[in-house]
């Protein structure tokens, strides 16, 4: 039988760490597909391994160690692949990402407020552009311009987005 | 000094959207490796791209964000309407899968209880969330208790009843017994014949009861249900059914909201099977954008149904009324600058709101009609803004008892039949908005009337 309340604790606490977690394995993965995918496994495998967690554990840091695990085995499954980094600097860019997750956490609070900054038109075209199911050559056709085009806007966005959260972050630290 | 150039920052663009060449993918791995500066920014980049993707999610599945179909995926695109209820299975994605991880505890869960015979009625490429299960054929009979649907939909019948289901994915769903089904998460339309009267859907959030209808029911895991009523009725309650709280009886075209905490709320997002229902709420080809009213929220109101090019002869005149219907008759004619327009469902019940307000958005230049009954007088909103084109178009048929009153025609059929008069006026894109049918006199009395809306170019009589 399934123990209730133990999957309904497991479901919460990955709800609220899921973000985090994704946030994580793309910091890690060529595409949003590879993200994906792999986040599809770590679930698996996380709500298989609860039962060894303890509770007042830290979620997130046992979550990122599995996560770690899962994208270096998805990464030597795609060894031939030349588009997925190499597994030393995988492992650097896991550590980096883990220590600063507190920053990275409080940015991706301040993205939304950013992205709300932007004007409608772009906000729109950024929405749509990340919308599940878009395909940027397709957008860009309904946009009449090419995919390169849509590629570099969306490029600049992201910039000033970074811009903006980097600036909401030191206005807050300095409040 | 900062030692990012504008090609790193390319690079990582590229890679960032899965559009690098391996000697991109080379040259920035290799100047990641040597620069902790390089590797912030890098990722920066990529928070941003997983926190964009994540807002997205977010903004489809709130109906905020309407991704046209030019920009789908050719998969995207068969996988359905972009409605309200795809966008919410993305953001579920990482749930279904924990839906998988507990497919074994789940399956223990379910392993007792008794199996009911369905008839497969149509695969859209459904697979089960079972690894290596084969996949489900139209045709094949089975015995199941538990349905975990990882992709696609699937049409079943219910042997016995004749309920038919259908199911989209990612659902998680187990018979109780034959005429009650649990749905975990996930969202169905069930149309229930009078075999199936009694039909039940139980969700973490409460329990619809089906009367005789079709409806559709998206529900959360532990959180809020949401329930439309595409024709008859439903009964809807909150909570466990030993916390003994009340039903709620919703009609055609009411569709609600509701948690095992919170009451029962409008749900103005019902875009989702608007093609089983014929109903369009959000329509995406319909000049009129949207509809509302000023009743506002605190009481349990339906909405609107707008029909793309739905004026035709014998379409339904309301939605809360099974009659009477536009032109119903031979004998009816409507005239060809007005059959076709986007035809409004008002609701008959509001004819009682003295203060009522009906609020369009059109998307382009159109030209609004209002069908209304030329017994009563015109209300004052009405004959400033618009123009009275002399036409009349034959509504009915209506209830017994108006056959006592002047003006009414009583048909072969025995039935007594109006014929509303048309009013217009032309409108620029944006609101528009109406009032009560009448301004004095016992609003009782009076007729709920009805609105269509074509774009101006091809309404000109």
């Not at chain 2, 004749?162 to 034959?178: C, D, H, Q, Y």
């Amino acid at each position: 039988m399934i123990d209730l309340p133990r999957h309904e604790q497991f479901l919460r606490l990955f709800s609220v760490n899921e973000p985090a977690i994704h946030a994580f394995v793309r910091s890690l993965l060529p595409t949003r597909e590879d993200a994906r995918e792999v986040m599809q496994e770590i679930a698996v495998v996380l709500w298989r391994k609860f039962d060894g967690f303890a509770t007042g554990e830290d979620f997130r840091r046992w979550a990122f160690g599995v996560a770690r695990y899962e994208v270096l085995a998805y990464a030597r499954d795609k060894a031939r692949d030349r588009h997925v980094f190499d597994e030393d600097l995988l492992l650097t860019l896991a550590e980096e990402v883990a220590a600063s997750e507190e920053v990275r956490e409080a940015q991706r609070e301040a993205l939304e407020h950013c992205l709300q900054k932007l004007p409608e038109p772009q906000r729109e075209l950024m929405l749509t552009a990340y919308a599940p199911g878009t395909r940027i050559d397709r957008l860009a056709e309904a946009r009449g311009q090419t995919a390169m085009a849509v590629y570099k806007v969306l490029h600049r966005l992201r910039l000033a987005l970074i811009e903006c959260t980097r600036r909401e972050l030191a206005q807050s630290r300095a409040i | 000094m900062s030692t990012v150039r504008d090609e790193h920052l390319v690079w990582i663009q590229r890679y960032a959207d899965g559009i690098a060449s391996a000697e991109e993918v080379a040259r920035l791995q290799a100047a990641l490796r040597e620069e902790a500066a390089l590797r912030k920014v890098f990722l920066d980049y990529v928070q941003i791209d997983s926190g964009l993707a994540a807002l997205a999610a977010l903004a489809a599945a709130r109906g905020t964000l309407d991704v046209p179909d030019a920009a789908r995926s050719a998969s995207a695109l068969r996988r359905g309407p972009r409605s309200w209820f795809r966008a919410r299975a993305a953001i579920l994605g990482a749930t279904v899968a924990i839906a998988l991880a507990a497919g074994v505890a789940l399956s223990g869960w379910m392993r007792d209880r008794g199996r009911v015979a369905v008839e497969i009625v149509q695969s859209e490429e459904a697979r089960w969330v079972a690894p290596g299960a084969s996949l489900p054929r139209a045709g094949e009979r089975l015995a199941l208790q538990t349905i975990s649907l990882a992709e696609g939909a699937l049409s079943l019948r219910l042997e016995g009843s004749g309920v038919l289901l259908k199911l989209s994915a990612p659902l998680e769903a187990r018979f109780e017994t034959p005429m009650r089904l649990r749905v975990a998460q996930g969202r169905l339309s069930a149309d229930v014949g009078k075999l199936g009267i009694g039909f039940t859907v139980v969700t973490d959030a409460g329990e619809i009861v089906d009367l005789g209808t079709s409806f559709g029911v998206e529900a959360e895991r532990g959180g809020e249900s949401r329930v439309a009523v595409f024709s008859g009725k439903v009964k809807v309650r909150r909570g466990a059914a030993d916390e003994g709280n009340a039903f709620t009886t919703l009609s055609e075209g009411e569709a609600v909201r509701f948690s095992a905490l919170a009451g029962l709320r409008r749900w103005e997002h019902v875009a989702m099977a608007a093609e089983a229902a014929g109903i369009l709420a959000r329509a995406n080809t319909a000049v009129v954008g949207a509809v509302r009213d000023n009743l506002g929220d605190d009481e349990l109101h339906p909405f609107y149904g707008v029909v793309s090019e739905g004026l035709r002869p014998g379409s339904l005149a309301f939605t809360d009324k099974p009659n009477p219907r536009w032109a119903p008759q031979p004998e009816d004619r409507l005239p060809a600058w007005l059959e076709g327009a986007d035809l409004i469902r008002t609701y008959h019940q509001f004819r009682y709101r003295r203060d009522y307000e009906l609020v369009l958005t059109l998307r382009e230049a159109s030209t609004v009609y209002v069908l209304i009954d030329p017994r009563q007088p015109a209300p004052a909103w009405l004959a400033e803004q618009f123009v009275e084109t002399g036409v009349r178009v034959g509504v009915g048929p209506w209830q017994q008892g108006l056959k006592q009153e002047a003006g009414v025609d009583v048909r072969a059929d025995g039935l007594p039949y109006l014929a509303f008069a048309v009013w217009r006026a032309d409108a620029s894109p944006g609101e528009f908005k109406l009032g009560a049918p009448r301004d004095s006199g016992r609003l009782n009395q009076a007729l709920m009337y009805g609105v269509a809306v074509k774009a101006r170019a091809t309404s000109i009589p």
